[in-house]
C-alpha cells in the first residue's frame, strides 16, 4: 500500500521538478487547456430554436426526463419524501434479515454486521444507507453549492435561483430512477465488491430486452464520459477553486504557486483513494456532514440576521426569473438555462454519476436505495443551493456588483481589487456579514473539495474498470492520471475549468437518459416490491 502510495506521489511531482523554474508555468498549463474546453462545450452545448428562443438540446432531455419521471411516479419527490427520510434512519432495516428469521437463524449483530453470515452478507453490498448517501453526496454537495450559485447569479441574475431550486425538485425523481437501477443491474464479485452504476444498468438492462448492441454502446459511451467527468467536475474543478481560496485568503504569489498547491492536494487524495470504497465512505461520512453542518449554519446565521431582506429576496428571485433586467444577456431563457445548468452541474441528477456510489449499498431491494437518493437534490440544490443564493441577493442589495457582468465589472474590480467569480463571491457575502469568515470558508471549500475528489474518484475507477477491466495495474493506472488533473485544475483559470467541467457532467445525460426511458417500467415493479416488504401501500 505504501508502495503505491509512493508511486502516485513520485508520478505526481514530475512535471513540478520538470517546469517549477519555467516563468508562468500555470498559464502555459491554461493555454493549451482553453481550446479543448471550448471545443468540448460547444459540442455539447449544440442548440434548438424553439419559439424563437435558442435552447440546449441537452437541457431539455435534462429537464423533460425529470418532469416525465415525477408525474409517472406520481410525485414521488413529494409523495415518498418521508419514507425516504425513515430509510435512511434505518427503520425498514428489519426487512434486510427478516429473511434469516424464517429460516431460524440466528441473528448476531455486531457494528452493523451481521457476524455470523459474513460471506452471504457480502453479496449484498459494501456500505449502509448512511455512508451510500454521504458517498455521494459528497460527490455533488460542495463546490457546487458554494461557487456554481454564485456563478448562476453572478450571470444569469437572482431569478437563476428559482429555476435552479425548480431543477432540484424535478431531479428527485431523476435519481430515484437511477439509482434504484444502479442497485438493480449492479454486479458483486466474490469478495463483496460492488460494480454499479449506469454502464451495468445500460448493458444488463438493454439486453434483458432485446436491445443487447444497443447497450453496449451506451454503456461504453457513458464509462468515457464518466471518466472524463471525473478529471473535469470532479476534480478539475474542485481543485481549481481550492486553491483560488487559499491563494486568496492567504496572500500567496508565485507563476507557479497554483501547480504547487495543486501537487499538494493530490498527495493528500491520493493516500485516501488508494483504499477503495470503504475508506472514502468512512472520510467521507465524517467530512461531509462536519462542513455541510457549519456551512448551512453560518448561511443561516445570516440569512437570520438580515431577517428584514428576507422578503425582498426571495421576491427579487421570483419576479426575476421571468422579467431578468436587461444586463443579463438571454432574457428569460437565458436565465432559465443558467439556473438548470448550474442545477444539473450541483446534484448531477439525470446524469448517472451518483448511482455508481449508491450501488455499493448493503440492500436487498433497490428501490430502498433509489429513495435514499432522492434526498440528494433536496439537501443539495433545494436546500444549500437556495441558502447560499440568499446570502449574495441580500449581500448585493446595496448593488456591489452587476448581474449579468460580474466576471468584468470594472466598479467590483475597483472596490475589491480582485475579479469576482466563482467561490470569491460567496467568500465576499459572507464575510460582509461575518468578518473573518472567509478563512472559515476557506476551509470548508477545501473539505469540500477533497471530499468531492475522492468521491468522484471512485465514480471515474468504476467507468475505468468497465473499460479496461478490473486488476490493481488498470486501478494504479487511473489513480495516477486522475490526480494529474488535480494539479491541472488548480493551474488553469476558473472560466476554462467551468466549461469543461460543465460539457463533461451534462454530456453524461444524453447515454444516461435514454437508458432510463427504456428502463423505468423495471423502477416501478421494484417500488411496487420494496413498500409491500415495508407494509406501505402503493
Known sequence: MRQKALLVSITLLIPYILFADSVGFDQRINDGFMPIALWFENLIFTEINILGYSIPIILIVLIGGALFFTVYFSFINIKRLPTAIQVVRGKYDHVETDHLEKENLQVNIMNGDIVDTIKNESHEGELNHFQALTTAVSGTVGLGNIAMVAVAISIGGPGATFWMVLAGILGMSSKFVECTLGVRYRDIDSSGTVHGGPMYYLSKGLKDK???????????????????ASFGGGNAFQSNQAAAQIIQRFGLQGDSIGTVIGIIMAILVGIVIIGGIKRIASVTEKVVPLMAAIYVGAALFIILMNYTMIDDAIGLIVSEAFTPRATV???????MIQGFRRAAFSN???????????????????????LVALLEPLIDTVIICSMTALVIVMFNMNDVFIYGDVINNEAAIASTGQRIGGVN??????????????????????????????????????????????????D?????????????????????????????????????????FFLFPIVKDELAKYLEAIGLKK
Not at 448531477?348 to 433509489?370: D, R, W
Not at 494504479?476 to 488533473?485: G, N, Q
Open 329 to 335: 444577456t438571454g432574457g428569460f431563457i437565458g436565465v
Open 425 to 474: 463571491l460567496t467568500s465576499m457575502a459572507f464575510d460582509a456579514s461575518i468578518p473573518g469568515f472567509s478563512y472559515v470558508l476557506a476551509i470548508a471549500v477545501v473539505m469540500f473539495a477533497f471530499s468531492t475528489m475522492i468521491s468522484w474518484s471512485y465514480y471515474g475507477l468504476q467507468a475505468w474498470k468497465y473499460l479496461f477491466g478490473k486488476s490493481s495495474k488498470v
Open 348 to 370: 448531477e441528477a439525470g446524469a448517472g454519476s451518483a448511482a455508481i456510489a449508491h450501488s455499493a449499498v448493503n440492500t436487498k431491494y433497490a428501490a430502498s436505495e433509489g
Open 476 to 516: 494504479i493506472a487511473y489513480k495516477v492520471i486522475f490526480l494529474i488533473f488535480t494539479v491541472l485544475g488548480s493551474a488553469v483559470t476558473l472560466d476554462a475549468v467551468i466549461k469543461f467541467s460543465d460539457a463533461m457532467i451534462l454530456a453524461l445525460v444524453f447515454p444516461n437518459m435514454i437508458g432510463l
Open 210 to 228: 432485446g436491445w443487447t448492441k444497443l447497450g453496449k454502446l451506451l454503456a461504453g459511451l457513458f464509462a468515457v464520459l464518466c471518466v472524463g
